[in-house]
């Protein structure tokens, strides 16, 4: 009996990491999102999305792991609200590198409008070491509403726990289960957020970066747009 006990958690475990990796790598919102940011604002800002990423896996797990995940998956409205919620973050961000000319005209009206109060008012403008945190903070609570917010995710991790992981695992070792899933996400897609900005990549991209931006919008509202029809 304890041999098969072995056994079956070494395919348990087997099992969990193959699945978990399949499912980080294919690709989603959130290859779309670090792509984005990454080729937008450098690899900090796209390393910290990925953190962002792995950090919103976290949300589903926590429920799922006190007993809460079948009963949300099973819940009509609660699947409808994630969806819908999700559908709407993912449209607006589509939408928002879609027209990035658009927030440069609103922000020369601005400028054009404040202009005399910002020239009273220099010795309060933000310094860049704030600039810097801020675009940090948005990086990756960008990555971590990106995957909190997506009924995909959930489904995954419900379904993961519910069918393919026993309920007579141990809770330390489903806890580790989380960190390994937290952890396939945040390093695969800081590894996509490096890849997009190596030295020999860069030259490339810089041609045709606001291309492959408007083209992840797309796919962005589009994602969402399917995720609200689905």
């Not at 819940?75 to 440069?104: E, H, K, T």
């Not at 997506?150 to 993961?160: D, E, G, Q």
């Not at 806890?175 to 897609?189: D, E, N, R, S, T």
């Amino acid at each position: 009996m304890p041999e098969l006990s072995n056994q079956f958690l070494s395919m348990e475990i087997i099992a969990v990491g193959i699945i978990t990796l399949l499912a980080v790598i294919s690709p989603g919102p959130d290859f779309a999102m670090v792509t984005r940011i990454a080729l937008a604002r450098g690899r900090r800002a796209g390393v910290l999305c990925a953190i962002g990423i792995g950090s919103g896996v976290s949300v589903h797990l926590t429920y799922t792991l006190i007993g809460l995940g079948v009963v949300f998956a099973s819940n009509v409205w609660v699947l409808n609200s994630l969806r819908y919620l999700g559908a709407g973050y993912l449209i607006w961000l589509g939408m928002s590198a879609l027209w990035p000319d658009i927030r440069v005209i609103f922000g020369r009206r601005r400028h054009l409008k404040n202009v005399n109060v910002r020239v009273t008012t220099m010795s309060n403008a933000p310094k860049p070491d704030q600039n810097r945190n801020n675009a940090d903070r948005h990086a990756f609570w960008t990555g971590f509403a990106c995957n909190a917010l997506n009924p995909k995710t959930m489904l995954f991790i419900v379904s993961l726990f519910s069918q393919v992981i026993s309920p007579n695992t141990p809770i330390l070792q489903e806890i580790g289960y989380g960190f390994y899933i937290a952890a396939c996400h945040m390093i695969w897609f800081a590894l996509v957020a490096i890849a997009l900005t190596l030295p020999a990549v860069q030259p490339r991209m810089a041609a045709i970066k606001t291309w492959i931006e408007r083209a992840v919008g797309l796919c962005l509202a589009g994602l969402g747009i399917k995720l609200m029809a689905s």
